[in-house]
C-alpha cells in the first residue's frame, strides 16, 4: 500500500479536535438561542445588542465563537475535499486557501470585535 | 526457503515459463485440511495453497454445530468413549487405529484453535463451551448424550475457517486464489506437482512441488438434494484416480437428516442437540419408533433412514417429501443466542420463523465417508492398502483413512480435517526434511490438462452442460440415495454410461480463457462422471446394510462378508475392486442400537 | 410463477470496445427461487456465457454479493418475488475493479484486509495443555464482529471507498477491531498502526452505507466509532 503524506490530514488530534470544536459550538449556539431569545425580556433593538456585545465576556464569546466556527467548518470543507483531491500540488494549494481564509476572517472579526464600543 | 530460480525449470511443453512455479509444498484446497497443513508446514517451508475459490469461501465455513473433543469442560469425558461412539457410529467400519488416534489428539487440535484465536462459545467458568450432538454419548454408550461438541453459536466452521485464514496470512503462506486443478502429476510412484488453469486470467499454470497435498472436500452436487456448495464437485477425487490411483469405501454417502425443505441447505444438528424435535404429520415424535433411547440423537444414518420412511410412507407434512424440525419449545432467547444462524436460514430460505413455526426438513447429501486411501500420516496408498505415493497426500473430507467407515458422527468432520491437515502438514515436514532435491519434471507434464481444455473449449456438439447434470443428479438421487437395492443400481448404471455418452456431445456458449465458468461446469462434471460410476459400482456390489449404505434388498449387516473396505480403480471404462480389512483393536462389532 | 425480465450488467474483458452493456433475459420465477437460482437458470438453460460467483448458495461464503435492484446483496439469499417487480437490475458491485460480467477483483478488498494486521497477536504463551479463559462476557464483545463473511457488499457500498481506490475499507475495520475487541489479543497498536493514515479511519464520515449494506446485518461504523476512539486514547491518552 502507499501512502501519500502531501498535506497529511487527519490523525488522532485532528479528529479529537473537529468532535471538541463540534461540542463547543452546539454549547455557544445554546448560550446564544437562551440569551437573545429566552432571557432577553424587552424588544431586541441594536441598542440592546450594542450594548452587550461591548462587554469583554461578550467580545471573547464572540471571537472565540468564529474562530472555532471557521475552524470547524473550514477543516470539515478538507475533509471532504481530500477524498477527492489527490494531486499533490492541489491539495497544498487547497490547504492554503483555506489557511489563507480562516486567517483572514479570524483577524479581520476580531479587529471589528476588540475596537467596537457602544455608549459610555 | 526455496528461492525461486526461473533458470532450474524444465521446459514444459505448452505452458510459458512464467506459469511454472515452484514451492516445497502445493496444497490444494483451502478448507479446514488444506490450511491447518498450511500453517503447520509454513513454519519451515515454502508453502503455496490453491483454490478454486477464494480461502475464505471453501465450504468448511458451511459447517455450523461443532468440533468433536473430550474436553470435559462441561462434563466428565474420556477418549476412550469418544472413542466407542465413533467406532460404533462407523457401523465398525471405520479403522480403529486411526480413530484412537484422532480422539486422542482431538483435544488438542481444538485447544490449538483457541490459542490461534477462534472465538469459540464460553463456559461460565470461560472455558471452551461443548453442547450435544448425534451419536455422542456418556460411558460407552450407556449413558446419554454428551456435552461434546466444541461451538462457536452455530457458526463453527465459519469461525475456524477464518482463524486458520488469519494464522496463514500471519505465516505468509502464499495463496493461489481462483486456481482450479486440472491434472496430478504422477510418474514411477512419485508425485512432481500439478497442473491448474488460472481461472481470473486464463492459462494452463504447472506447479512444480516436492510434495502435493489434496484437501479437495467432497462431491455433494452430484445429488439433487444437497447441502453442499456448488463448487463441491469433487475434483481431487478424479484428479486422483485420473492419476491410476484408487478410491476407498465410495458407496458410503452420508444423508443428513434436516436439509430444508427444497433447497437441501443445512440445517444444523445442534437444532436438535439444543433439544429441537422432530415430527411428522400426524404431529408424532417419530423418532421414538427408531430409537427410542437416544430419539433425535441418534446417528445421522438412522435419522435420516426414519425420516425417510416417515416421508414413504406417507407421513410427511401433508403427504410431502418432508418432515418438521420444531424448536419452538426451546424459546426466542435460546435460539437467538446458541442457533442464530438457522434462524437466519430458516427465514431467509423458507420465510419461516423458527420462533413461530417449525421448519420444514428432508435428507439432504451432506458428506462423503469415502475418499482417497490414506495412512494415518495421509501419505496417498497406490495400492490402497500400504504402498505410499511418494510426496503425494490427502486430508479432510477427500480422503479416507478411514475414521468414520460406513457413517459419521455428526462434529466429527471438522476434527478429522483439521487434524488430519495438521498430522499431514507434520508428515509433509519430515518428509521435506529428509527430501533435498525437486522430483524431475517430465516435459509433457501439462499434456493431458492442455488437451482437456482445448477440448472443452472447441466443444461444437449439441447437448447441454446443465441438462446432463441436472439428469445426473436426479438420478443419482433416485437410484443411489438413502434406500438401494440391486436393481435401480443396476438400472442407474446403465443409465449413467447413457448420460457419459452424452456428455461426449457437449456444446459450450464461452470460448474465452478469463473467468469461464462454462469451461469449469464443463471440467466438474466430467470429474463427476469418473467417480460417480465408483460409487454406484461399489454399492451394487456390497450386498449389505451398514451405516449409510443401505440395501433394502439386503437388509442386514453382515461382519462375515462384508466387514472389509472397498477399494476401487479406473482402468479404461472398467471398474476394478480390490478390499481390505478393517483394523479393529478396541472395540469387536456389536449389533448397533440406539 | 411470474414472468421476470432481469436485466443484466454485462461485459466481456476480450471484447473492450463494447464496454459495458445491459443484456435482457426472462424467465419464469416461482415462489422460493433467488435471484442465484435464477442466474443459475439463465446460465444452464439460456446463455452460458453469463458469468457471476457462486458456491455456497446458503449466504455463508460471501461469492455472490452484487448489485441487485441498486443495492448490494447477496444473490442467494434474496427472493426474487420479494422485490416486488418484473424486472430486476442486476450489476457488478460498484468501486471494485470489473473482470467479467459481475464479477468483480476482489484486490482491493485483500489489501485492505491484510493492512490491518488480521489475526490474534498476543505476547504471553498461552497455556500449554489448556485454552486461554474468557468469559462469556468478553466473548459477547466479539458478536457482531466475526460474523463478516468477507463478501465485499460494504467496501464498494462506501463514497470514501469510491473517492480513495486505496481507502483500507469498512470490512478491514470491522476485522481489526473484532482483534482490539477480543479480551486475547495483545496486539491492538499493531492493528492499529495502519488505521492512522490518509487512507485509514479518518477517511470514514460515517455515512452508514456499510451498514445499510451488509447482507450479515452487521455494523461497521460502529466498530469505526470504536476504533477511533482507541486511536485517540493510545495517541493522546
Redesign the interface.
Known sequence: ?????TV?????????LHRISGLYLAVILFIHVLVLHVLTKEEITFDVIAERVSTPLWKTINISFLAVALAHGLYGLW??L???V?AGWARILIWGVIAVIALVFVVYGSLTMISFQYGG | MTNFDPESIHDVKGVPVHSVHRHDVVIVGAGLAGMRAAVEASAEFDVAVLSKVFPTRSHSGGAQGGIAASLANEEEDHWEWHMFDTVKGSDYLGDQDAIEIMVKEAPVVVREFEHMGCPFSRTREGRIAQRKFGGHTKDFGKGGPILRACYAADRTGHALLHTLYEVCVHNRVRFYPEFFALSLIVRDGVCRGLVAWDVIGGGVHVFHAKAVLFGTGGYGQVYRITSNALANSGDGLSLSLRAGLPLEDMEFVQFHPTGLYQSGILVSEAARGEGGYLTNDKGERFMERYAPQKMELAPRDLVSRSIQTEINEGRGIGGGPYVHCDLRHLGADKIMKLLPQIHELAWKFLHVDCIKEPIPIQPTAHYSMGGIPVDIDCRVLIDGKSKPVAGFYAAGECACVSVHGGNRLGTNSLLEASLFGRRAGKAIVRFLRETRDFPELPSDAADAAIAEVERVLSAGGSESVGAIRTELKDKMSAGCGIFRDGGKLEKLAGELRGLEKRFRNIKIDDRSEKFNYDLLEAIELGHMFDFVELIVAGALKRQESRGAHSRTDFPDRDDEKWLRHTLAWKRGEKVEFDYKPVTITRFQPKTRTY | MAMITFRINRYNPDDERRGHYVQEYALDVCKGCTVLDALNQIKWEQDGSLTFRRSCRSGICGSCAMTIKGVNRLACETQVLALKSPNVTVEPMRGYPDIKDLVVSLDPLVRGLLAVRPYLITKTPPPSDQERLQSPEERARLDGLYECILCGACTSSCPSFWADKEYIGPHAFLKAYRFVADSRDEGSREHLEALDDKHGLWRCHTIFNCVEACPKDLNPTRAIGELKKELVRQRIG
Open positions: 500500500m502507499q501512502y501519500n503524506d497529511r490530514s487527519g490523525g488522532a488530534l485532528w479528529w479529537l475533509v471532504i481530500d477524498d477527492y489527490h
